[in-house]
């Protein structure tokens, strides 16, 4: 069965469907109120990130990084960020990423 991407206003979903239609489907069943930007059948049965376009350098975990600041900030998410950046050289932006989805995931 082919993997295919779907990109939605607020989502990239990763799904197996046995053709467009399907995933189209699916994604609409699941994220009925999100308009699909983009759906594309990938070469292959696997999905790989690339770690280097999502920032992450070196040996550094940046999940648990995020948390351990989520953690001494006690919660708050401005505190946490800085101290991200602090612990990781890491920009506003990324750090902002980094600690706003591990919130999302309940650190």
Same mark, same amino acid.
Request: include cysteine; glycine fraction near 6%; aromatic fraction near 6%.
């Given at each position: 069965?082919?993997?295919?991407?779907?990109?939605?206003?607020?989502?990239?979903?990763?799904?197996?469907?046995?053709?467009?239609?399907?995933?189209?489907?699916?994604?609409?069943?699941?994220?009925?109120?999100?308009?699909?930007?983009?759906?594309?059948?990938?070469?292959?049965?696997?999905?790989?990130?690339?770690?280097?376009?999502?920032?992450?350098? +070196?040996?550094?975990?940046?999940?648990t990084?995020?948390?351990?600041?989520?953690?001494?900030?006690?919660? &708050?998410?401005?505190?946490a960020?800085?101290?991200?950046?602090?612990?990781?050289?890491? &920009?506003?932006?990324?750090?902002?990423?980094?600690?706003?989805?591990?919130?999302?995931? +309940?650190?």
């Open positions: 069965m082919p993997l295919f991407e779907v990109e939605t206003e607020g989502h990239i979903i990763i799904t197996w469907a046995d053709d467009e239609e399907r995933a189209s489907t699916a994604v609409n069943e699941n994220y009925a109120h999100e308009k699909i930007l983009r759906l594309t059948k990938r070469p292959r049965d696997t999905w790989v990130i690339s770690k280097a376009a999502l920032g992450i350098r +070196g040996n550094s975990d940046p999940c990084v995020a948390r351990e600041c989520l953690a001494k900030a006690a919660g &708050d998410k401005v505190h960020i800085r101290l991200y950046m602090h612990e990781t050289g890491s &920009d506003l932006l990324v750090a902002r990423k980094a600690i706003e989805s591990n919130m999302v995931m +309940g650190w």
